[in-house]
């Protein structure tokens, strides 16, 4: 685990920041809305994700691709 990674401020998300709910489909589903990777990255190779009780990392290789892992 890089030093980087470990003094990262944590990302939270949560509904958007102007306090109303966030946008439904017309039969009222939440619509899943983009997440750039950067959001995210926040110019590491690779992060980890607390989900359910469970840590899952995700990292970005050379391929430029993502990969998540328990």
Do not use: F, W
Not at 51 to 65: A, I, M, S, V
């Amino acid at each position: 685990m890089s030093a980087q990674m470990m003094t990262s401020a944590p990302l939270t998300l949560r509904r958007p920041l102007s306090g109303r709910p966030a946008p439904t489909s017309p039969d009222r589903t939440p619509m899943v809305l983009p997440l750039d990777s950067d959001a995210l990255l926040r110019g590491c190779r690779e992060v980890l994700i607390r989900h359910g009780g469970e840590t899952y990392r995700l990292r970005h290789t050379r391929n430029d691709k993502l990969i998540l892992t328990k």
